[in-house]
């Protein structure tokens, strides 16, 4: 962050890891971080199938009205405004009036090609930082719900700015997929980011991240019951919230053992099941369940995309499209070539409860 303040190149970074390893509770305290370095930031989540100008363009309207703090507007900023202006029109997002004159920019950011227009826009945006000796902070959550188009488009565009020098951080989170998914948008993204893994805690520190907070309140666990619940929640963040939740209001007194850890685990799973696991598990069709629960049978250990099919006793070419499918919504991933891969941990075991029977698949015969 403070050679991009200076005015020197850095990487920007993609957060990779699985769902509830804590990439967005980091995301965000980066930009705090940014924030009181002085950064202007830009937050946004990519969501299912919704456009990236409409969720950009207020934001950076925003933005370039956080520039122009208690100053009149200099003239790169003007232009950045003119911009913006062009490139909601290009891609019809409606946008609020600007309060002060903005220079029109005819000609730029406006084909309506988003891998021309995207980079167009955040250069003229960066240049307006440079000129108030600020730095632009992009912040994008779920990157991997960019389509390819958008994902390439971003990818350029910071490309470009490293290339000019211009004061634009990036920093994203996503599913591990949007390594090799950048990468093939274009390839010199792997020198233009460092991916680092989010992944479980280390034993130690999940340790710390049950007994400081239940410190800080008077109460303790003994050794047997934090081993537990370590083997529990394997360590993920988002597990280590939910049963340390769970036996916290179970437990009727200080220290916790590991009998109130047990006591407590069936209603943690529970509330998973009906929750967490349960609102991706609805979202499914029939056949991705069935394909998902096949994938299930191999967990844990490398789930082989061929074996999958062979537990649908089907071929490999015959759930393809259902495998492509279950990558587009983010449940799954493909490691390792040949392999196939759960997003959410602990899935596979919710998938045996939830659905305890194996199912065939019988593609249906065209005639
Ligand atoms: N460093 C951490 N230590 C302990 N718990 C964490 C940590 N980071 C995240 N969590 C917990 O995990 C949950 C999920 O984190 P989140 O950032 O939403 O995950 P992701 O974006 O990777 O799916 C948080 O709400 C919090 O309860
Ligand atoms: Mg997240």
Redesign the pocket.
Known sequence: MDRVLAGRPAKGTMLL?L????????LNRLRDLAGRQGYRTVRIEAPEGEALPELLVPELRRTIYALDLRRAAGGRLRRAAGVLVNFARAFKVRMGDLEFSVDLAPGEADTGRLEQDLPRLLIAVAEAAAERETAVGLFIDEVQYLSNEELAAVIVACHEIAQRNLPLLFIG?GLPQIAALSGKAKSYAERLFDFPQ?GR?RRDDARQ?LTKPASAEGASFDDAALEALLDATQCY??F??EWGFHVWNAAPASPITRDMVHAATPHVIAHLDNNFFRVRFDQLTPLEQKYLRAMAELDPGPILTGRVATILGTRASSVATVRQRLINKGMVWSQRHGETAFTVPLFGAFMKRQMPELLKHTPNRRT
């Open positions: 890891g769902r509830g390893v804590g990439k967005t509770v980091l989170a989010v805690l991240a963040p988002y280590i919230q």
